[in-house]
């Protein structure tokens, strides 16, 4: 197809340079045009002059421009068939000798489906858990990590249909999977505690009102749970198995993971662009 498409392209730099080099090619080209257009325009005259005489004398002038037309066409045989040719062989040969495009590393072959994500796709409805009692998020080494975390708001209701049920089911697979329990620390965020939580300083987070997902409950921050515990510490070598294993999780089931972030959030998971 290539070495067509540049042999036509070859053709036609020959015609071009012919045309360019010797006047006489020129000057019989266009007296071919200027009489195809005399007689163009001496049809149309004749219509105008005439006036149209029904669906029937319309149709005879343009039958008569048709055949002055072929009639040019046939007089310079080689000009009208290297033009035709330049026009319709390339699409032709790419149509019949193309055959079917494929993006790179396209097999054909069935891929492996993580049955967790299918069973997403195919419209499972995960159900949250229960609540857990407020002091599991009040202990000694919660606070010491999250000391604003007894003000967070854990309501699954307040999240986005579709981004709860992507995380209702990352919970499921680090659960059935991996032996991952985990609960979420916070979810949807309103704007007066998003300022709150930037007014701690850069260490806690960098958005302001409605520069977080939060705000759209769209985005949660998670953590583990071990003999009734909440673990935050990245310093528990169990506790970060499990965010590196939470982050693939999520990161399959279409979500952001923050571990990939400057500033490293573990167990935040997020879901853009997608406003209620």
Request: hydrophobic fraction near 50%; charged fraction near 20%; charge should be positive.
């Amino acid at each position: 197809m290539f070495l067509v498409s540049m042999l036509l392209l070859f053709a036609a730099a020959c015609v071009a340079g012919w045309l360019l080099m010797f006047p006489a090619g020129r000057d019989a080209l266009g007296a071919s045009l200027l009489g195809l257009g005399r007689g163009i325009e001496h049809r149309w005259r004749g219509m105008a002059r005439h006036g149209v005489r029904g669906a029937r004398s319309v149709s005879d002038r343009a039958a008569g421009i048709l055949v002055t037309v072929i009639a040019w066409a046939r007089h310079h045989a080689l000009l009208s068939g290297s033009a035709a040719a330049l026009v319709l062989v390339p699409p032709l040969l790419a149509l019949f000798l193309g055959g079917r495009a494929a993006l790179p590393d396209a097999g054909t072959g069935e891929r492996a489906v993580d049955e967790q994500i299918a069973s997403l796709l195919r419209g499972e409805r995960l159900v949250a858990p229960p609540p857990l009692p407020p002091a599991v998020f009040t202990t000694a080494e919660v606070t010491l990590l999250r000391p604003q975390l007894a003000g967070a708001n854990r309501n699954w209701d307040l999240l986005d249909p579709d981004f709860t049920q992507r995380l209702l089911l990352v919970f499921k697979v680090m659960r059935e999977q991996y032996g991952y329990e985990m609960v979420l620390l916070e979810g949807y965020r309103s704007p007066a505690r998003q300022n709150e939580l930037a007014d701690a300083g850069s260490h806690v987070t960098n958005a302001r009102a409605f520069q977080s997902w939060h705000q759209f409950g769209l985005a949660g921050d998670c953590a583990f749970l071990r003999d009734g515990k909440v673990v935050i510490s990245e310093r528990d070598p169990w506790a970060m198995r499990g965010y590196q294993l939470y982050g693939q999780v999520a990161e399959a089931a279409g979500l952001t993971w923050g571990g990939r972030w400057k500033l490293l959030d573990f167990g935040h998971v997020e879901l853009p662009n997608r406003r209620r």
